[in-house]
């Protein structure tokens, strides 16, 4: 019987001890995860004379409730904006979303050529194949999500584009 009592009294010992340790640290704040995924971010290397180049990725969101993308920005662009291309009177359009893109639950949205994408203005470094740079995705009731874009080529992204389009027939 005092063996059990011993047990006892050291687990309770020691849980306590495990609550202090969890409460000593000073007030910090634990994170929380946002529950959208950012895949496949590419950044379209600058052309020689640019001000501006295009971003594309996959945003994919994992929870159960509707989000929406509000802005992005990043430390190499002075700013970011989303635009898409539209077809009007027969003459494809580009124009700049005004609107939030919402990410339904469970369902992902493609920043592609041709559809949404972002246009990155005003580098602050040179923009060239081979480099990463850091991008913010700011949502409306989500933690923001920081992710590494992979700057290509414009050669590079057609090479990506053809090696999709045929592995999509196949």
């Not at 409460?23 to 895949?39: L, R």
């Not at 600058?46 to 001000?51: E, I, K, Q, V, Y």
């Not at 594309?56 to 802005?71: A, E, I, M, P």
């Not at 081979?130 to 995705?137: L, M, N, S, Y």
Request: neutral net charge.
């Amino acid at each position: 019987m005092k063996l059990q009592s011993l047990f006892t009294a050291l687990i309770m010992l020691w849980l306590n001890a495990l609550c202090l340790f969890s409460t000593s640290t000073h007030g910090a704040q634990a994170t929380v995860e946002s529950v959208v995924d950012i895949q496949q971010l590419i950044v379209r290397e600058m052309l020689p004379g640019g001000s501006s180049t295009a971003g594309y990725l996959t945003l994919t969101n994992h929870g159960d409730s509707k989000t929406q993308l509000v802005s992005v920005t990043s430390e190499a662009f002075e700013r970011i904006e989303i635009h898409e291309h539209t077809m009007n009177d027969g003459m494809m359009k580009m124009q700049q979303v005004t609107k939030d893109i919402v990410i339904t639950p469970h369902q992902s949205v493609n920043f592609t050529s041709g559809g949404y994408h972002l246009m990155m203005f005003g580098p602050k470094l040179k923009i060239k194949k081979g480099i990463t740079v850091k991008v913010t995705f700011n949502f409306n009731n989500q933690p923001s999500v920081v992710a590494d874009a992979s700057v290509i080529s414009v050669l590079d992204q057609q090479k990506q584009k053809q090696q999709q389009n045929h592995s999509h027939h196949h």
